[in-house]
Structures are given as C-alpha cells and as structure tokens.
C-alpha cells in the first residue's frame, strides 16, 4: 500500500510539473504576441497588417481557451480586436465604393468585432477587480471603477474605445443610449489615472464621446478642449485626432480644414504611424467624395 502511495504521489508531481511546463509556455506566447501590437503600429503597409492580423488574433484566442484569465491575452485581445475592427471594417465601411450590401456588412462585422473586443476588455477588467461585474458597471459606473488603478488604463481605455466604437454603428442606438454612462466612465477613470497614456490617445478617444449631441451629454467646448490636448500629447503628429475631431463639427468649411490638415500632414512621424495611415486614407476618401462633381459634392 505504501508503495502505491508513493508511485500515486510520484504521479501527481508528473502532471503538476507538465501543467506549470505548459502554463510557462503560455505565458511566453502571451508576452510575445503582446508585443505584436506595437510592431503592427510601426507598421507602413496597412495591407499587410490586414492579411497578418487574423492569424495573430486566432492565436490568441486559442491560447485564451487554455488560459482563460491570463492578463496579457486578454489585453491583446481587447486591443488587437478593436484595432482589426476600426482599421479593416469600419473604416473600410465607411468609404467603400463597392456597394450599399458590402458596406452595411462590413459595418455589421465591425459591430460584432467590437462587442468581441468588449467581452474581452471586461473579463480582463473583472479578473483584475471581481467586483467589477458588468450590473456593477451598468448600475454605479464611477462608483465602480474607483477600484481601478494606474495599471488599469490600458484596459480601462480599450474598453471605452470599442464600447463606444460599436454604439457609435449600433443599429438601435436610441435603445442604448444609456450605455453612454459607463463609457464616458471608463474613459474618465483612465484619464484621471493617466491623462498622458500613450500620446493623448484617451483624449482622441473623448472627441466623439464629447463630439456628441447635447441631448447624449455632448458639448462642443469639451470636443475641442480633448482636441487641442491630444494634439498637445502627441506633439502635434495625431493625423487621428484630427480625423477624429472633423467628424464632430458642425461646420462643413471647418471639416474640410482639418480634413485637409490630415491628409497634408507626415503619417510616418507620429508615435502610431498604422493607426495614422488608416486615418488618413479614410480622410483622403472623405474629401474625394466630397469634391465638385463626385456624387457625394454635387
């Protein structure tokens, strides 16, 4: 009997020692594909970005079914999602000249991309702070992420970003009005935290949430205000925040400024060159069909 116990013992180290192997193994992919955001945002050719990122992504997410609570998966995902989602989809959606079926589809695939990222962005959120269910987020938004620390805001930021991202294409968007709360929440929390993350991008995140109506708790001065301090945080190189803040005015002669301004302006030479490309073939396209006899300008 004795011996059984010990062969059994014997056993279990085996299996303890194969799971903390391939646990290891997890955590070192998870640290290497965190890194592939940053080396897909240098990145100069948006085409290859968009042929590379789904394999990267799928990854991910197989390594997640093993490793369901793992923080740098899941910050990967959240990004890399929201990221896919507004490069490739909804951008591509917006200016597309394919059709009105192709574009509503990509914008369809866009939303469901985003909700994807969400669901990610939270769990990562959740498993850092339990209490941060998602009823606690709907019924006290501030209240509960007061838990969140500096360490939080890149979560706190991706979970505003694609949250808004995908209101911003919901189909029901009245219905959902509320769910404004907690993103202006979550984009608070990070800027309170650290307004200077990464360049100013909470602030370009704030210029549509600002950018919006009155009646949605918009207001122009704010748009502006995140406007000038993204601007100020990127040293001046944000072609985003520049797109970003022409989708909200209200005057066409100053949209086609800042447009312009865009479009003028070294994409090369900001902190995230993908994420500037991107914004400035969507601006290009803007004022392409905007032009004097181009359907849109007529």
């Known amino acids: 009997m004795a011996m059984l116990s010990r062969i059994a013992f014997c056993a279990v180290l085996v299996l303890l020692g194969a799971c903390s192997m391939r646990q290891a193994g997890i955590n070192r992919m998870a640290a290497a594909l965190a890194d592939s955001g940053r080396v897909y945002e240098a990145d100069n050719d948006p085409e290859f970005v968009r042929l590379a990122a789904p394999s990267t992504l799928k990854t991910v997410e197989m390594l997640l079914s093993q490793s369901p609570d793992n923080p740098q998966l899941l910050l990967t995902a959240c990004s890399g999602f929201t990221e896919y989602s507004y490069a ?4 591509e959606g917006e200016i597309t000249r394919t059709g009105a079926a192709a574009a ?5 695939r866009a939303v469901r991309m985003y909700a994807r990222a969400r669901g990610y962005c939270h769990h990562g959120l959740q498993a850092r702070h339990p209490g941060l269910t998602a009823a606690a987020l709907a019924r006290d938004p501030a209240g509960a992420l007061s838990v969140a620390t500096k360490d939080d805001v890149p979560l706190l930021y991706w979970t505003g970003a694609s949250w808004a991202a995908e209101l911003s294409l919901a ?3 009245l219905a959902r009005a509320g769910e404004l ?9 990070a800027r309170a935290l650290d307004e200077r993350w990464d360049h100013g991008a909470i602030f370009e995140a704030l210029i549509a949430v600002d950018g919006l109506p009155a009646l949605a708790g918009g207001s122009p001065a704010a748009a ?20 970003a803040y022409a989708g909200v005015v209200s005057d066409k002669a100053e949209r086609r400024r800042l447009l312009e301004q865009a479009v003028a302006m070294d994409a090369n030479a ?3 060159r993908l994420t500037n490309l991107i914004a400035q073939r969507y601006a290009r396209a803007v004022l392409t069909a905007a032009a004097p006899g181009s359907p849109a300008g007529r």
């Open 270 to 272: 900001g902190p995230r």
């Open 224 to 243: 502006r205000a995140d406007f000038e301090k993204a601007l100020q945080l990127s040293e001046g190189k944000s072609v985003f925040a520049y797109v």
């Open 181 to 189: 709360l907690p993103v202006r929440a979550l984009l608070a929390r």
């Open 88 to 91: 490739f989809l909804h951008v």
């Open 104 to 108: 509503r589809d990509l914008r369809d």
């Open 171 to 173: 189909p029901n968007q």
